[in-house]
């Protein structure tokens, strides 16, 4: 059984900085990929950033390309998201997901396991 469980959102202004955490048990995170999605009050889910397993290849979405990372601790087996020059647009609930193979994807559809989220907010 795979559990994700995020950590680290919380409020922040405008042009400051978040850690997200997530916590992986059940898979050896290395191996399969991830990725952060999140989701905004009436919007739909949005892909955020995504890093392939076995390797360390990333990709982003343009809305955060430059300010967002995303990496892995394998020995902690722990993703995150470091979040940088926050915007009130980056104001959402961030979801990791893991899909059950190495190759990334930025469709939320083909990922196999998601956490809880963890709440976002920036003010202006």
């Known amino acids: 059984q795979v559990q994700l469980v995020e950590s680290g959102g919380g409020l922040v202004q405008a042009g400051g900085s978040l850690r997200l955490s997530c916590a992986v048990s059940?898979?050896?995170?290395?191996?399969?990929?991830m990725g952060w999605f999140r989701q905004a009050p009436g919007k739909e889910r949005e892909f955020v950033a995504a890093?392939?397993?076995?390797?360390?290849?990333?990709v982003y979405a343009d809305s955060v390309k430059g300010r967002f990372t995303i990496s892995r601790d394998n020995a902690k087996n722990t993703l995150f998201l470091q979040m940088n020059s926050l915007e009130p647009d980056d104001t959402a609930d961030y979801y990791c997901?893991?899909?059950?193979?190495?190759?990334?994807?930025?469709?939320?559809?083909?990922?196999?396991?998601w956490g809880q989220g963890t709440q976002v907010t920036v003010s202006s």
């Open positions: 059940g898979r050896t995170l290395s191996t399969i990929a």
């Open positions: 890093i392939r397993g076995l390797g360390v290849g990333t």
């Open positions: 997901a893991a899909r059950r193979t190495w190759s990334l994807s930025r469709t939320a559809n083909e990922y196999d396991y």
